[in-house]
Every structure is written in structure tokens, then in C-alpha cells.
């Protein structure tokens, strides 16, 4: 099946710093990606939704300038989490859909962790 | 307003039982269901998939119904292993928009 490769899966950085997620799809062309969010025992909630070589589409309540999307090819996506504070700390998950209606194909997640 | 529930938050079985999750929505009009399958620490998992027009999807010891009348999607896993032990989210997406709408999950044990 489709895969999506997510890295880093781990990070712990200092607060204010700023961190860079990778979202790759190996085997097909993601024309859009999705960035979720996901607090302990909680459900994944959308942050946003990037089509390839546009501007991603925030959900409401997301800061654009705190969470920097950039989709720049039909296999990558980045989050950028910019200036992260500890509020920030969550398991953040991408996935890629190929625009035949088929299911979304997820990563497996990074923990980030902002002491 | 909407809501997309799972009313378990857990549910402990015994193996070789069948494990029935329930996933009610409400306000949504989705054009179709959607179960994964989530382990601690990984990404959702994709299971199946139930359009509005269906009223039951099977895939080995898998089964999904989904009621409009109701708004309801049951998830049943029969002959259930440890090895199901998981946490199983629904989500569904609507007949306007692309993106996904989860529930907040159940955490299903099955005991030896």
C-alpha cells in the first residue's frame, strides 16, 4: 500500500526554538497533504490543508505565521513550527491523499516536545 | 452544533468475542465513513471505508454498517485476538468538503 514517511519521529527541543517536520509520500503523488494535530487521549484535529504549489488553508483558530506549511513538490510537505513554546508539545501526523478519491495515507507522527 | 462521538472511550473484552464500537454523528450529511486503526505512538491506519448508499462493508473478520437514518456506524471485529488491541477512530467526511472529521476514539483491550 501507499506509504508516508514522517520525520523526524521524535524531538525535544528548548523553548523558542524552531522545529521542522518532514512529510513524504514514497510511492505516489500526494497532491494534497494534511497536517494534524493530536493531544493525549484526544482525536486527530486538522491544522491544515496544503495542495501542491499553493498556499495551505488553515483551519480556524491555527496561527499561519506560527505553523509554516511549505508544499513545494508532489512528495514533500514541511510544518514548520516556528518560535515553539510548550504549549506546542503534541503528536503532530501528516497524510497524503493522490486525488483519486482514495483514503488518505497517514505517517506515523512526531512527538514533539518543547521543555 | 456538530458532533462526531464515540461512546467508549474503552472497551475490555474477552478474546475469541465480538467487539461492537459505535461511532453517532450529528448535523454532518457525510457522503461516507471511514474506520483506522491507531497504535500508541503511530498514525491512523486505514480499515474501511462505508459510502452513504451502503449499509454494511465486510473485509475478513471486519464488518461496518452505517445507518443515516440514525447517523450511526457500528464497527464490529469478530473472533477478536490480542493482537486487536487498539485504539479505533471513525471519521467521516462530508459530501462539501475533502477534509476528515475523527471521533475521539476507543481504546479496545481484548484479554487473553
Known amino acids: 500500500g501507499a506509504v508516508v514517511s514522517q520525520h523526524p519521529s521524535r524531538v525535544i527541543c528548548k523553548s523558542g526554538t524552531s522545529v521542522k517536520i518532514e512529510c ?27 495542495n ?4 495551505a488553508t488553515y483551519e480556524q483558530g491555527v496561527e499561519k505565521d506560527k ?7 508532489l512528495t514533500l510537505s514541511t510544518l514548520t513550527v ?6 506546542d508539545s503534541s503528536f503532530y501526523i501528516c497524510s497524503g491523499e493522490d486525488g483519486t478519491n482514495q483514503p488518505q495515507h497517514f505517517g506515523d507522527g512526531t512527538r514533539l516536545s518543547i521543555l | 452544533s456538530q458532533k462526531i462521538e464515540q461512546n467508549s472511550e474503552a472497551l475490555n473484552i474477552q478474546e475469541g468475542k ?3 464500537l459505535t461511532c453517532n454523528y450529528t448535523n454532518y450529511s457525510p ?10 505512538g503511530r498514525g491512523p491506519v486505514f480499515l474501511l471505508l462505508i459510502r452513504e448508499n451502503e449499509k454494511e462493508k465486510r473485509k475478513e473478520r471486519l464488518k461496518v454498517t452505517f445507518d443515516t437514518t440514525l447517523k450511526q456506524s457500528l464497527f ?15 471519521a467521516l467526511v462530508t459530501s462539501s468538503a475533502s477534509k476528515i472529521i475523527f ?10
Open chain 1, 24 to 50: 513524504r509520500s514514497l510511492d505516489f503523488q500526494a497532491t494534497t497533504m494534511f497536517w494534524y494535530r493530536q493531544f493525549p487521549k484526544q482525536s486527530l484535529m486538522l491544522m491544515a490543508t496544503s
Open chain 1, 52 to 55: 501542491e504549489g499553493s498556499k
Open chain 1, 67 to 73: 505553523f509554516l506549511i511549505n508544499h513545494a513538490s
Open chain 1, 82 to 87: 516556528t518560535s515553539a513554546h510548550p504549549e
Open chain 2, 18 to 20: 465480538t467487539a461492537t
Open chain 2, 31 to 40: 457522503a461516507y465513513l471511514q474506520w483506522y486503526r491507531q497504535d500508541p
Open chain 2, 76 to 90: 464490529h471485529i469478530t473472533a477478536s485476538q490480542p493482537a486487536d488491541s487498539a485504539t479505533y477512530l471513525c
Open chain 2, 103 to 112: 471521533g475521539s476514539g476507543t481504546r479496545l483491550s481484548i484479554r487473553p
